[in-house]
């Protein structure tokens, strides 16, 4: 469940129970049900799921949530694949394969791939 660069310099935050769930709720939101197109820059960045990472590992629920994300979860991975047509419809171009399944993989984040892009 590793997403970003963990020998950049660490900074440590306390947080309230809460506002770790509450966080890791905005998220989600942001990944998985946010429309809006200046979004999605975020919904796959690497610091975005750094963050989520520590938060899970601050959190109370440990090892059952990261059974929870190992676990996928297909209707994420559409809405991320129809994400994704969406953005190459509004930039007028395809992604290459490559930098389509890096953005398809981090966008999906904490989830386990059940698929690959191809479906």
Known sequence: MKMTDHDEPRKSVSLKVGEIAALKKAIMYLKFS?????????????????AFESLVKAGDLGELEIRFYQKGNKENENYVLS??????????????EELKRRVYEAW???FRLTSDLDG
């Open 34 to 50: 946010c429309d809006d197109a200046e979004a999605d820059i975020f919904a796959s960045s690497p610091l975005i799921n750094g």
């Open 83 to 96: 994400r994704i047509g969406e953005i190459e419809a509004r930039d007028g171009k395809e992604m290459s």
């Open 108 to 110: 999906v984040y904490p």
